[in-house]
């Protein structure tokens, strides 16, 4: 599976590289440069691979200033070497790409809608998502990236929260993924995959 996925993704990346400033890093990760209006600064979208086509069509003929690196992350598509199946992204590759392109803004694509800018904490067990202070373990997965390269995500999730905009969107949970920008001193939101044109219009004119 890694690497016929590798080698879609590798032909995504040429089809970008024709347009954009693209590239693919050592985890599988596909990112692109896309510029706007001067006088802004560099927002990191960061969305699962599998809503590419969600996330590029919400983007086209986006007005907006500085620049927004979109990166779109195989990591929910990953097997464990175990074989169990990852619920959602990992931190190893976000991580890996903030301390890479150090961006001034990282904006999280998550499944609802609206603003997400806190979460309560939690761990994927056996027996599901717990709460931190549940008795149960929570998993430790080996993860094989489509690139070949392997790490381990210990799947307890520290609880977050950013501080509120002056915005009128929805507010949900936001990721699990979010204290990852936090801990690096990267100002963190998470923004719907619904309505997520409006959402990063409302966003992106703030800044």
């Not at 392109?101 to 994927?124: H, I, N, V, Y």
């Not at 990852?180 to 939101?189: D, E, M, N, R």
């Not at 923004?191 to 409006?198: F, H, I």
Request: net charge negative.
């Amino acid at each position: 599976m890694a690497s016929s996925l590798l080698e879609q993704l590798s032909a995504d990346l040429e089809v970008l590289s024709g347009h954009l400033r693209a590239g693919l890093d050592e985890f599988g990760t596909l990112y692109c440069y896309l510029e706007g209006a001067r006088g802004g600064r560099t927002h990191l979208l960061h969305a699962p691979y599998e809503e590419a086509l969600a996330v590029l069509q919400a983007l086209n003929g986006l007005s907006f200033r500085g620049r927004i690196l979109l990166a779109l992350d195989p990591s929910p598509l990953s097997p464990t070497l175990e074989g169990l199946p990852l619920s959602g992204p990992t931190r190893a590759p976000l991580a890996h790409l903030l301390e890479k392109t150090c961006p001034d803004r990282l904006l999280l694509a998550f499944p609802g809608e609206g603003l997400g800018q806190s979460f309560p904490g939690a761990k994927e067990t056996p027996k599901g998502w717990q709460p931190l202070d549940a008795e149960e373990e929570p998993l430790v997965l080996q993860v094989e990236a489509p690139t070949g390269l392997t790490y381990q995500e210990v799947r307890a999730y520290e609880p977050w929260e950013s501080p509120s905009l002056p915005l009128n969107l929805p507010i949900s949970p936001g990721p699990y993924w979010g204290r990852v920008g936090l801990a690096l001193g990267v100002p963190t939101y998470g923004v719907g995959l619904v309505s997520l044109r409006a959402s990063l219009e409302a966003l992106l004119s703030l800044w």
